[in-house]
């Protein structure tokens, strides 16, 4: 069986593995973001990363090289265009780089589209042939896969269903400088400042008290299982701006099943997915509302080192 | 150069033509839908009408026969799935009564695809690779054309653009049974609903004196070109609503190109696009913005024969 190498760099961890044509995962190693910069550089040491995570799955050279990136990417030369969380890497050419020093084919691509594929190849979208997948954890991204190959659109910036304008008149203002996206209402800095909003203008005495300064949506959500009802609210509407955000995409693109990952999303799950699918089947087009499923990931923490190993097997 | 015979069966005409493999009509004739009941077999009345075009043309027999219908399409059979302004056609499979009448392979879809594919093919989409048709009259739908094929989703129902809710809570009933919807705000329909609503809610006096009866979307057109305020502010919603729409679609698809098609977008195109590319250009991913070109149709009222033949040419 092939490996390999599989190389996912997000804004917080990096972890590096060697991956088989069949999504099994044969190692895996994580350090922090941060600590890329040790030695001063990042690149450098993510080579350096990928081949102990070659040791440890036997020492056999892989038969690509793949990597997810936190932002969008220049495919042909693995340039990221934009970095905010790794701006080391923004403008630098990895292609190369990987290529020569682990012999092989390099691929890669932004996380969310690296996700996408794994979910649809390995995860909860496997034996679906149109698969959306959308992430919700501090922002909101997502990728669009057919025929086992993501639909990357003209400029390979298809999938941006979190800066879906869902209120066109005011809303919060979104980090895309546009107001009322669907990532500036329900991604987890969208839920924690709904709820900040929501605290603010409660009656004396009826809201939570919940320290403003680190309100997160975990916060919200444990309120909510406490049975808060001003939190429960907050999750309400999450899921109906979420469900909504779900049903424009379905009635855009017709896929045959909708994944539905990131930090949020999992840690919300129970709060989020049947009041979710409800919207969702009350909201779509009822031609469409048929049963498109919506599952939540399944692949856990190794989805991006699978999405980059699917990257890698996409070439 | 080879011909194709076109049929293009809407809810209120039907015309069938002669296209050639590069987009030019040789023949083309219009009968009202209403006429293909005379006789009592409509099926049989378009296949004499598909046969005058083609003895128009030359009398040469067809590569094949193409045909747009005005509503959701099994197409393998050619059977419409609903089909409200035609029910004869209703269920009834047309693939194997037109490649019998006709001696050639016989292909279809929705109107939609149909003139979303001429227009990507031989209209202002021509050169692009990832276009986005809407089509504003009536209703709203819409096509998706990938490198020359429509990009049609897991059950042939994609490019439902007009079925995007954009007022979460509220707004008005869409037909589809939905609130909310592009389709319900910016359609024909929904244009004059809105124009009523707002006489309707006008300071005595300040209202225009449309007869509410006859309101449509060229009455209110005409009354915006005359310098009435109150119709200004209707077409400028419906810019924001349809740009809205647009940037949705450009943030999920990420086309080179949207084409905007329709009796509604054609007959106001001079109050609608200026307004329309400046929502488009401000409520738009940043990174998508870049320039994507919002075009009128180029094709005029042959775009659904042309379409027909490209369904033809498709298979």
């Given amino acids: 069986m092939k490996g390999y190498l599989a190389l996912d760099v997000g804004g917080t961890k990096v972890a590096a593995g060697v991956v088989t044509g069949d999504g099994a995962v044969l190692s895996r190693l994580r350090i922090p973001t941060r600590d890329l910069r040790i030695g001063g550089n990042p690149l450098a040491r993510l080579i350096v990363l990928g081949q102990e995570a070659l040791d440890a799955a036997g020492g056999r050279p892989p038969a690509g090289v793949g990597i997810t990136l936190p932002g969008p990417v220049d495919r042909r030369e693995l340039r990221m265009r934009a970095a905010p969380t790794i701006p080391e890497f923004e403008g630098l050419p990895l292609a190369g780089a990987l290529e020569d020093a682990f012999g092989c084919p390099a691929a890669g691509d932004n996380d969310a589209n690296g996700c996408a594929l794994a979910e649809a190849r390995f995860g909860a979208g496997r034996g679906y042939s149109h698969v959306v997948y959308l992430t919700v954890s501090t922002g909101i991204g997502g990728g669009i896969v057919v025929d086992g190959r993501v639909f990357r659109g003209a400029a390979g910036a298809s999938g941006e269903f979190g800066h879906q304008v869902l209120l066109p008149e005011g809303g919060p203002l979104c980090d895309c400088g546009n107001t009322g996206c669907l990532e500036a209402l329900a991604s987890g800095r969208g839920i924690a400042a709904r709820a900040r909003l929501a605290q603010a203008n409660a009656p004396e005495g009826t809201a939570p008290r919940w320290s403003r300064a680190d309100l997160t949506a975990e916060v919200v959500a444990e309120a909510a299982r406490a049975g808060d009802l001003l939190a429960l609210r907050v999750w309400q509407e999450t899921a109906l701006y979420l469900g909504l955000g779900i ?30 699918r409800e919207v969702v089947s009350r909201r779509c087009m009822p031609s469409l509302r048929r049963s498109v499923p919506i599952l939540p990931t399944a692949l856990g923490a190794d989805v991006g080192l699978i999405g980059a190993a699917c990257l890698a097997m996409e070439t």
């Fill in 247 to 276: 049903a424009n995409a379905i009635n855009i693109l017709d896929p045959d099943v909708v994944v539905l990952g990131g930090g949020v999303a999992t840690g919300a799950a129970d709060l989020l997915f049947p009041s979710l």
